[in-house]
């Protein structure tokens, strides 16, 4: 017809990091860790609060923080003087999609620190892969824990906050396995492709940046 091009995106477009037939094992160092991890993914970019999160660890007993991906315009040597000695490991780079699995696997808790935001690619990823999370109480965050019960809310820029419920579901198992499965049950249902097919492929690639 009229030269009408028809765009075929796959069901789940977040929920097929699942199940790469290339997906990478962690770096060697990573795997080794015992504790639990608390993992930021994603650009590193100032309205994304890593630093309340830096700063929130330091209050999180026997956890680790991953902070995993490039910076943006954010200083990596001011987040390295802020970070509490042996508690957060960085790895500052692109991480490609055979990466990313292996990080959201790992994670006991997945943060969103962000001092605002609408919506985050890598929340998508935190769903798909079941995980419990703990994000600021901005933009559509809100809407996902109020609807589906699925992650945490703390007041953005606040590291007791943010420290006292991961510190809560680090500690508490059960809380955070009924987090994960509601997690996974909005990756199935109402925060599948079809519910934010309006989110550009360009928030999913940031989520991999």
Do not use: C, Q
């Amino acid at each position: 017809g009229g030269g009408e091009r028809v765009h075929v995106i796959p069901h789940g477009a977040f929920e097929h990091l699942t199940r790469r037939p290339d997906e990478l094992a962690l770096p060697p160092e990573l795997a080794a860790v015992a504790r639990p991890v608390v993992l930021y993914f994603g650009v590193v970019r100032e309205y994304k609060g890593v630093d309340v999160l830096i700063e929130a660890i330091r209050h999180v007993p026997d956890a680790e923080l991953w902070v995993v991906g490039r910076p943006l315009g954010v200083s990596m040597e001011r987040l390295r003087r802020l970070a509490p000695p042996g508690r957060v490991r960085f790895v500052d780079r692109y991480v490609s999609d055979a990466e990313l699995p292996a990080f959201f696997r790992r994670a006991d808790v997945l943060a969103l620190p962000h001092r605002n935001a609408d919506m985050s690619g890598v929340l998508f990823a935190g769903l798909a892969f079941g995980k419990a999370m703990v994000m600021s109480d901005v933009g559509g965050f809100r809407e996902l824990v109020e609807d589906e019960g699925a992650g945490r809310l703390v007041p953005p820029g606040d590291p007791e906050a943010l420290a006292a419920t991961l510190t809560e579901l680090v500690e508490d198992s059960a809380g955070r396995r009924e987090l994960e499965l509601r997690a996974a049950a909005a990756a199935a249902g109402p925060y599948s492709w079809d519910r934010v097919a309006e989110l550009t492929i360009g928030v999913y690639r940031e989520a991999g940046a």
